[in-house]
């Protein structure tokens, strides 16, 4: 039951890192402009669109326990940005799905098998 569960949300976690990450390097809506109205250069989406292409790679790959480690805390700090970004911009309803994510890569986090821990 467990292994089921970490699978399920390690696959939305992953899946989020590569789509989302693909969507930033091209520079797509919805993430792409908001990031612009937010204020942030737009260099920072091939940054950071990059970084979760990479991210998605690692969760998924066996083994690389410490890249796992430093993988899962890279994808924490970008959706607890996005949602404090948009609390800052007094845009409350932007931080739903970013704060959900941060919920469902936490819970992978913390449900991998031994084999995929440090």
Known sequence: MRSSAY????????????????MDLFRLPPFYPMMIDLGYPSYLATILGTAKLIAA??????????????AYAGVLI???????????????SGMIAPAAFAVLALASWA????????
């Open 7 to 22: 699978w399920a949300i390690t696959t939305v976690v992953v899946g989020e890192c590569a789509v989302g990450g693909a």
């Open 57 to 70: 790679v690692i969760v998924l790959a066996p083994g690389l326990p410490r890249l796992k480690e430093w």
């Open 78 to 92: 970008n959706m607890i940005g996005a949602a404090a970004s948009n609390a800052a911009a007094h845009r409350y």
């Open 111 to 118: 449900i991998r098998p031994g084999s995929r821990r440090l």
